[in-house]
């Protein structure tokens, strides 16, 4: 049975997408920590990330690093976080948001309905991408 990730990668499910390439897309969670909270998924359905092949799980990484750059820049945090967790949704997904404290990695901050405004931050984040040249970024509707 396909994912709920999967359904959002093939359109079937609406998801706020700020990076998609042909191993990779990166979208915003509906549940988010902090503004900003975008997850870096593989386009295949691998369930553990520990069962990822080492070259795709090097893409994701890298994948995750540009994300995190535009994200620093554009949330003007202290850090930006890298976390994989696994347990929510059994296909890989790692977690990348900006960081102040440590209390902003806690599953209890996360969103109980999904922010109104995840579509502007979608916005500002591929317009960042976009500013940093990233061929990844596909114009959304009511992006500049």
Do not use: C
């Not at 691998?46 to 690093?65: C, K």
């Not at 209890?108 to 109104?116: D, G, Q, R, T, Y």
């Not at 990844?136 to 500049?144: C, K, N, R, S």
């Amino acid at each position: 049975m396909p994912t709920l990730f999967t359904g959002i990668i093939e359109g079937e499910i609406p998801g706020h997408f700020v990076w998609r390439d042909d191993r990779a897309v990166a979208i915003l969670t509906i549940g988010p920590f902090v503004p900003g909270h975008t997850m870096v998924i593989p386009v295949e359905e691998i369930d553990s990330w520990l069962d990822l092949d080492p070259d795709l799980a090097a893409h994701l990484m890298n994948v995750s690093q540009v994300i995190g750059t535009a994200l620093l820049a554009e949330y003007g945090s202290e850090r930006v976080a890298l976390m994989i967790a696994g347990l929510e949704v059994p296909h890989t997904h790692l977690h990348v948001m900006p960081l102040n404290t440590l209390s902003d990695l806690d599953f209890h901050n996360a969103a109980k309905e999904p922010p109104a405004d995840l579509a502007d931050h979608a916005r500002r984040i591929r317009a960042r991408l976009r500013a940093m040249g990233r061929p990844e970024v596909t114009p959304e509707p009511g992006d500049a």
